[in-house]
């Protein structure tokens, strides 16, 4: 931590302005990636439960992964808020430019990263739980089977087809995990970045 004699220059009044924007940027666009990937994910799982309702509970990954974005941001977000400083008693500005600066980056680091792995998550888990939901079921919906919950009729013809559909469908599973992996990782990445950059201080002393 570096300090210097407090002035206009390096700790303005208006300084702690960027780090509040930098928090509440962070919170912000984290929290509004997370509902889009919640919102496009479980749009596809309520598609993927009328063609096969047995794998709802197995496809609810995108809406967990998509949920935890921001959380992210309120890691963040209370991390820069707890920086800020609060003025002197004559009214003098401890937090300077620097640290105003520092906490903005940080907050947008992380809340755009957020941002665009929600809809990345959001996107992959609509259109991957939709396609695992019609190729575990083979084509055929629940419903209009009027055989069971999963379509099934007990025969042995049937029942061949849904183990060679069930293969098919764990393989594509299997891709749609790796995808969503790396997805959140993005995320990640701007965590990370973000609470580097929340270490960095420049006080003012008096």
Known sequence: MTTVVAGFDTCPTWAPAFGYMGAAACIILANFGS?????????????????????????IVPIVMAGVLGIYGLIVAVILTQAITTPTAEGKTQYSVFNGYCHLAAGLCCGIS?????????????????????KASGGKRAWSTGEGTD????????????????????????????????????????LIVALILSQKSYTCEE
């Open 151 to 190: 379509g099934r009729d007990g025969g042995d013809v049937a029942g061949g087809n849904d183990r060679v559909n069930a293969e098919d469908a764990n393989k594509l599973y299997v891709g749609l995990l790796i995808m969503l992996i790396f997805s959140e990782a993005l995320a990640l990445y701007g």
């Open 35 to 59: 509902a889009w990937g919640t919102w496009r994910a479980g749009m596809g799982v309520c598609k993927m439960g009328i063609d096969y309702p047995s794998g709802v509970i197995k496809n």
């Open 114 to 134: 957020c941002l665009a792995a929600g809809g990345t998550i959001g996107i992959i888990g609509e259109v991957g739980v939709v396609s695992f939901g019609m």
